[in-house]
């Protein structure tokens, strides 16, 4: 009998050491809903379940600001107050794990209509600033008035997503007129209009 004491004994000791479940830090939920609810929220893009339960407002970009109302924002107190007179991507300073800044910034700071980073971009984080070629007094933060070269995105800090919308609305703006830029230089090939081995004959 004593045999059979020890051995189940030995059992639970194993049951309560080395076979309990241990459960992740990463299951853990820290509100109400469920991890599954929120990927089956985030997979079927419910806009009700977000708006009500995930999003902070200050983080919803399901709503786009138009173009019209961004102009006249760059020209109220709001933004002097905010920005002052200094570019918006200033005093932006991005967020990198080691010593070394990465060359790329990252692919977006939005997904599904949400910010998803808490170190967004410059354009990312203030909703009402919308790079459109209209939008002459945003474009021309990002142009250098030196030389008429564009920043890169090494330098201002936006996303990629954000850095090729900037290409598209400098690109409109020069075809619409809305900004001035000086022509790139071209050289000629000047040697397909002429051949030097060949004499001149004039008749007299």
């Not at 080395?18 to 109400?32: A, M, N, P």
């Not at 709503?63 to 991507?89: C, N």
């Not at 090729?164 to 000047?190: E, V």
């Not at 209009?193 to 008749?203: G, I, L, N, S």
Request: aromatic share 12%; charged share 25%.
């Amino acid at each position: 009998m004593s045999f059979i004491r020890i051995a189940l004994e030995q059992c639970r000791s194993a049951r309560r050491v080395g076979l309990q479940k241990v459960t992740l830090v990463r299951d853990i939920s820290q509100s109400c809903i469920s991890h599954q609810e929120l990927q089956e929220a985030v997979k079927d893009n419910s806009f009700e379940f977000r708006k009500e339960h995930l999003i902070k407002p200050s983080s919803d970009r399901s709503f786009r600001i138009p173009v019209e109302i961004s102009i006249k924002y760059l020209q109220s107190d709001a933004y002097k107050h905010t920005y002052g007179d200094k570019p918006v991507w200033l005093m932006y300073r991005r967020n990198f794990k080691g010593h070394f800044q990465p060359k790329k910034t990252r692919k977006t700071c939005i997904r599904n209509q949400v910010i998803t980073t808490t170190n967004a971009c410059p354009i990312c984080r203030d909703e009402y600033l919308v790079l459109d070629y209209r939008n002459i007094l945003l474009i021309k933060q990002f142009i250098s008035p030196i030389n008429g070269q564009l920043y890169g995105y090494e330098k201002t800090g936006l996303c990629q997503m954000q850095h090729k919308q900037l290409l598209c609305a400098i690109y409109n703006a020069k075809n619409y007129g809305t900004i001035s830029f000086d022509p790139p230089f071209i050289k000629y090939d000047y040697t397909e209009w002429y051949k030097p081995d060949v004499k001149c004959t004039h008749d007299h």
